[in-house]
């Protein structure tokens, strides 16, 4: 009875109910192409209504992935990257299990209508490939000149090499690779592989030649 009395029972709901969604992505996995900000709110009511714990991989939902989106670029694209936890199984060792397996990126180029799906930086090649035709041949920057560390840009840890890498790339880059958003080739080797965005002396991303190998 003690325990009773800490409850005003009159008031108490044990099945409170969920909010509806106004949104037209499905719950769950999806394919279908929806504006960033339409996965952005799916996301977000999902979450409201079930809580964040656990949430990727009980979800499957799209989700932002703010550190390797982009802005607006000076030739007219932009990209947003939604990862969804596919990793993540239910049944156990059910035969028949068709479950994924995998983290999977989804790349959206909004002002074109246009999306890919991969993983990591392979998705994000292939967001290059539609906004930066030519980009895999572009020169490589030497290892000499490369910065260890915050790229090329105004982030640069190494002022003094930044500043003769991006002397380097102004003489070797063409005019249309050199505006906002524009990317740069460098050459690491694992475990320091990963595209970075806003590493380029434009804004664009550092992206090695060894993951376009893999």
């Known amino acids: ?4 009395a800490l409850f005003d029972l009159t008031d108490f709901d044990p099945a409170p109910s969920v909010p509806a969604y ?11 192409y929806f504006q960033p900000s339409e996965l952005t709110e ?4 999902w979450t409201e209504a079930h809580s964040h714990l656990n949430s990727y991989a009980v979800s499957r939902m799209w989700h932002l992935d703010p550190m390797d989106s ?6 007219g694209h932009a990209l947003v990257v939604f990862s969804a936890e596919l990793r993540w199984c ?6 028949g299990c068709l479950c994924v397996g995998e983290l999977v990126q989804r790349a959206i ?7 890919a799906f991969h993983r990591g930086d392979d998705v994000i090649a292939q967001w290059h490939d539609h906004a930066w035709p030519g980009w895999r041949e572009l020169p490589i920057l030497p290892d000499d000149l490369r ?12 002022k003094g090499k930044a500043k003769k ?27 320091g592989t990963r595209s970075v965005p806003g590493y380029s002396p434009w804004g664009g991303f550092d992206i090695s030649t060894t993951t376009l190998a893999a």
């Open 109 to 115: 180029c909004e002002p074109c209508s246009w999306q």
């Open 70 to 75: 982009l802005g607006p670029t000076g030739n």
């Open 165 to 191: 890498a991006r002397a380097w790339l102004a003489d070797a880059y063409p005019s249309e690779f050199q505006i906002g958003g524009a990317p740069m080739l460098t050459r690491r080797d694992s475990p």
């Open 42 to 45: 799916a996301w977000e009511q």
């Open 90 to 95: 239910a049944h156990g060792w059910h035969t």
């Open 22 to 32: 106004n949104h037209r992505v499905p719950n769950g996995f999806s394919l279908d």
């Open 1 to 4: 009875m003690t325990s009773l």
């Open 147 to 158: 910065p260890h560390g915050g790229g090329v840009g105004p982030g640069a840890m190494d």
